[in-house]
């Protein structure tokens, strides 16, 4: 879909005990703006607070092996591919200052 409906945007369940799961959807044409997303939420506890709020985010490195498989330019350029993709930090629009980013390396 390109567009999500507003109405249909934010689903939240109550988990107990102060947390609360989040589910955020968003059409492929629209831009996805995660922090002013939570900012809009009434529903869901205590208000949101950015300075308070810290975003964990996977981040993988790939390393091209020397087991046969893929032809190595392949790989070289899979892993050039990826290292120049924008971040999942820039595409959700997070604040640099409260993301905690844990890498992995991936042999390919």
């Known amino acids: 879909m390109p567009y999500v409906m507003p109405v249909k945007r934010v689903h939240t369940d109550d988990l107990s005990k102060g947390f609360y ?20 939420m009434k529903d869901c506890g205590p208000r949101y607070k950015m300075m308070d709020t810290s975003f964990f985010l996977a981040r993988q490195t790939l390393i091209a092996s020397d087991r046969p498989g893929m032809a190595i330019w392949r790989e070289k350029l899979f892993a050039w591919m990826l290292r120049n993709a924008e971040s999942a930090m820039e595409f959700f629009k997070l604040p640099a200052n409260r993301v905690v980013e844990l890498g992995s390396q991936v042999e390919i």
Not at 23 to 38: C, K, N, Q, T
């Open 21 to 40: 799961r989040v589910v955020l959807r968003y059409g492929f044409m629209e831009d996805i703006d995660v922090p002013a997303a939570l900012s809009a």
